[in-house]
T-cell receptor, first 116, second 113 residues
Framework: GAVVSQHPSWVICKSGTSVKIECRSL??????MFWYRQFPKQSLMLMAT?????????EQGVEKDKFLINHASLTLSTLTVTSAHPEDSSFYIC????????????FGPGTRLTVT | KQEVTQIPAALSVPEGENLVLNCSFT??????LQWFRQDPGKGLTSLLL?????REQTSGRLNASLDKSSGRSTLYIAASQPGDSATYLC????????????FGKGITLSVRP
């Protein structure tokens, strides 16, 4: 079964509004989670690393004030797209490392965001 | 900077064929390599994980190999089925269990009945 969940699975919002996406690790704790976005027929682009108890680390070119990340607990990270624009429409996916040293990543099912 | 390449971008084969999907990476100093499957509009499903010290991993009809020195990995799919149709991505992790993955662009596989 799924070990990382995302909510909502899809969302439509109007330009200028904000939308929050949740990422939860199920039955395990994750001090680190990763947020990706994916454009149609493109690969995943890492946006930021979410760290429990400290600030997120953003990749170059990603606006931290636009994409707010909060790692509220050891099982929950949220991504808030603020003042959304149509160009923010994309598929957002989170991941969490499997506990231990294997380095395996579990990925969530993704959230389809459409900004009208 | 690590770069991961998957060629071709798309592949169409008849059902029953054995096939090989290729992945190459520029920096051989990796912690592990992971193959994923992605169905349209869905998240990623982990298929196989190969640690840097390993040469291959097998799961059912799938076999993944790793040659770090040449910067290559292959995903072998035996007796392909229409249900195998999906996009297959490989990703490498540079160092440490929580370090960032670098993804290839994926290979979209279509298995014709």
């Amino acid at each position: 079964g799924a070990v990382v969940s995302q909510h909502p699975s899809w969302v439509i919002c109007k330009s200028g509004t904000s939308v929050k996406i949740e990422c939860r690790s199920l039955d395990f704790q994750a001090t680190t989670m990763f947020w990706y976005r994916q454009f149609p027929k493109q690969s995943l682009m890492l946006m930021a690393t979410s760290n429990e108890g400290s600030k997120a680390t953003y990749e170059q070119g990603v606006e931290k004030d636009k994409f707010l990340i909060n790692h509220a607990s050891l099982t929950l990270s949220t991504l808030t797209v603020t003042s959304a624009h149509p160009e923010d429409s994309s598929f957002y996916i989170c991941s969490a490392p499997k506990p231990g040293q294997s380095g395996e990543q579990y990925f969530g099912p993704g959230t389809r965001l459409t900004v009208t | 900077k690590q770069e991961v390449t998957q060629i071709p971008a798309a592949l169409s084969v008849p059902e029953g064929e054995n096939l090989v999907l290729n992945c190459s990476f520029t920096d051989s100093a990796i912690y592990n390599l992971q193959w994923f499957r992605q169905d349209p509009g869905k998240g990623l499903t982990s298929l196989l994980l190969i640690q840097s010290s390993q040469r291959e991993q097998t799961s059912g009809r799938l076999n993944a190999s790793l040659d770090k020195s040449s910067g290559r990995s292959t995903l072998y799919i035996a007796a392909s089925q229409p249900g195998d149709s999906a996009t297959y991505l490989c990703a490498v992790r540079p160092g440490g269990a929580n370090s960032k993955l670098t993804f290839g662009k994926g290979i979209t596989l279509s298995v014709r009945p």
